[in-house]
T-cell receptor, first 115, second 113 residues
């Protein structure tokens, strides 16, 4: 049982390049989330998917797109990377769709640098 | 909208001393409250959460937190810390519908020998 896995672990992009961050969970969870972590700002929600087939914007969605490929996988795409998107990106999952108070399980993170 | 303020960005403490990490929140509706821990180069792990009931919540690794509704606080405490407690600690809230977390900026706990 690997929990939440993310690929890649590290990535360096040039401004304007695109890339997709991959996230998968093997816990049969319904809800999945993408956060970014910046120093002094904690984690901020980019997008989330309450259940397979649905996605919704979080606090900082601009410059990102997501795809809930199936119940296990939730990808985050940067179409045209900008230096302001340099951050550590975390994927998380939780059991029940829309159940407040449900524990979120986090992946190990992807450290992205945009030059 | 909800917001979370962690009052200390860094807390240095000697091993075996007690520690308190402070968290205040603001919300116009009732919330659920969480503390997560992040060890270096790892993801976040849930320490404890308050949903309802007793205002004193016990978590893993000997941590506990007290929900104070009148002061809108949810401070984290441990009576005796270990070197292995060195990590960053995040306070978070979610409203009673949906499960979107709003995090504080984090407090780095540095335990010194």
């Amino acid at each position: 049982n690997a929990g939440v896995t993310q690929t890649p672990k590290f990535q360096v992009l040039k401004t304007g390049q695109s890339m997709t961050l991959q996230c998968a969970q093997d816990m049969n969870h319904n809800s999945m989330y993408w956060y970014r972590q910046d120093p002094g700002m904690g984690l901020r929600l980019i997008y989330y998917s309450a259940s397979e087939g649905t996605t919704d914007k979080g606090e900082v969605p601009n410059g990102y797109n997501v795809s809930r490929l199936n119940k296990r996988e939730f990808s985050l795409r940067l179409e045209s990377a900008a230096p302001s998107q340099t951050s550590v990106y975390f994927c998380a999952s939780s059991v029940e769709p829309g159940l407040a108070g449900d524990e979120q399980y986090f992946g190990p993170g992807t450290r992205l640098t945009v030059t | 909208a909800q917001s979370v303020t962690q009052l200390d960005s860094q807390v240095p403490v000697f091993e075996e001393a007690p520690v308190e990490l402070r968290c205040n929140y603001s919300s116009s509706v009732s919330v659920y409250l969480f503390w997560y821990v992040q060890y270096p180069n790892q993801g976040l792990q849930l320490l404890l959460k308050y949903l309802s009931g007793s205002t004193l919540v016990k978590g893993i690794n000997g941590f506990e937190a007290e929900f104070n509704k009148s002061q809108t606080s949810f401070h984290l405490r441990k009576p005796s810390v270990h070197i292995s407690d060195t990590a960053e600690y995040f306070c978070a809230v979610s409203v009673l519908y949906g499960n979107k977390l709003v995090f504080g900026a984090g407090t780095i706990l540095r335990v010194k020998s």
